[in-house]
């Protein structure tokens, strides 16, 4: 295998916009802890491993190389996969896109949990109904309507070719549709170029060979993107 | 000059990570708002200009060139300002290390605005103790524990050499003595190495003489790094 990465089971999580990369490309990859267990994570987690010690998953090993980060994985693998077009200044505007992809990912993610990461949901229930309130009325707005000019001047790409940053779009809008579907029925008219990129990336034959397998786990929540029906909406400060 | 980077007036923000690694290789560089005021940034906001538009500050120009995102603006900069060091697996590592920076930095924003970025501190000030609370006792130790390892691993630097993570670390400590004093206190039998590298990134020449000019401005409680003191103390879940 060429490459193993290492994130936890149960969940897509972040790990799930490096194996659609992977998945994309038929890459030789091993998903270690659905093998072996999120054990198998804690001795690179430990600083027990030589090399750059990961904060947290996901990471990626390839050769003695450890990679942890979403975006700098994604970084690493875009000229190998060949899912990023050629040229540094390319790979820059990659990077930067998947740097706000990331940020956007955060926002979700703390929607629901607002207070603190490791605390359950149902204790920051209040705090999560009011930062899910300004995802969906200010900051969705502003991300999906960034992404939107980009993809629409990029001729339906994020990069005007095929690359990683348009799988993590992909995963986005899935992750949203699962998380906030009435707010994403209200974006629905403001998205077109959002819309087509996903049943585009839908229909590449290795993601769609990919998404109706088993190693396509389901949204749920345990996960970034998370269906708490409280929390969903409208995209106006009044719902 | 070879380098514009656009950022707000009147803090330090996120922009001053830049900043720091500009200073210390002596750049020749403008900070355009800051001579022009904060709308020469919105052309490139409102998505105006060629090339890769920003979703936020700070962005950097050179030449043909505009990045975005502070650790892909890092990660341009690293080799040109000779603040990395070579090949890839280095670049791969401070890239890994600046985004974790980057993550604890949004943690640290949160900290005082866990609701809505663009709402007052006031009307989120409850969520805010509890978030600020779980910043100290969970997340600060977290995040210091693991870059004091990671020093502790390179001879006293993030890259066992001098680089622009060990700056952006210096900023970290700073900036949380300046917003948290209390739990800093308390954390301090913890943190050696990066208080050994704090004090010996503050006497590099171009270091010092930058902090000593009025291009360096006071830390303030319109920053990410804020402090009120209904947010700080200890670093045990009693305080």
Do not use: C
């Not at 995802?135 to 707005?141: A, D, K, N, S, Y």
């Amino acid at each position: 295998m060429d490459y193993q990465l290492y994130y936890w089971t149960g969940i897509q999580g972040r790990g799930e916009f490096v194996r659609l990369a992977l998945e994309d490309a038929g890459a030789r990859y091993v998903d270690v802890a659905r093998e072996a267990g999120n054990a198998a994570l804690q001795p690179f987690l430990d600083g027990e491993r030589d090399g750059a010690r990961p904060f947290a998953p996901p990471f990626l090993a390839s050769g003695n190389l450890v990679v942890a980060q979403v975006a700098n994985i994604l970084h690493f693998l875009g000229p190998r996969l060949d899912l990023v077009p050629e040229g540094e200044a390319a790979q820059l505007q990659a990077l930067q896109l998947q740097l706000t992809i990331a940020d956007l990912v955060t926002e979700i993610h703390d929607s629901h949990h607002p207070i603190a990461s490791a605390a359950y949901y149902e204790d920051q229930e209040e705090a999560a109904t009011r930062r899910a309130l300004d995802l969906r009325t200010h900051r969705l707005p502003k991300f999906l309507g960034y992404f939107e000019q980009v993809v629409g001047r990029g001729n339906g790409h994020a990069l005007g070719a095929h690359s990683y940053v348009d799988l993590s779009l992909f995963q986005i809008v899935r992750g949203l549709d699962y998380a906030y579907p009435q707010a994403m029925a209200a974006l629905a008219p403001t998205i077109p170029q959002l819309r087509r990129l996903e049943a585009r990336i839908a229909e590449r034959p290795n993601i769609a060979a990919y998404l109706a397998s088993g190693r396509r786990l389901a949204f749920n929540t345990n996960g970034i993107f998370r269906h708490y029906p409280e929390l969903d909406g409208g995209i106006a400060e009044k719902d």
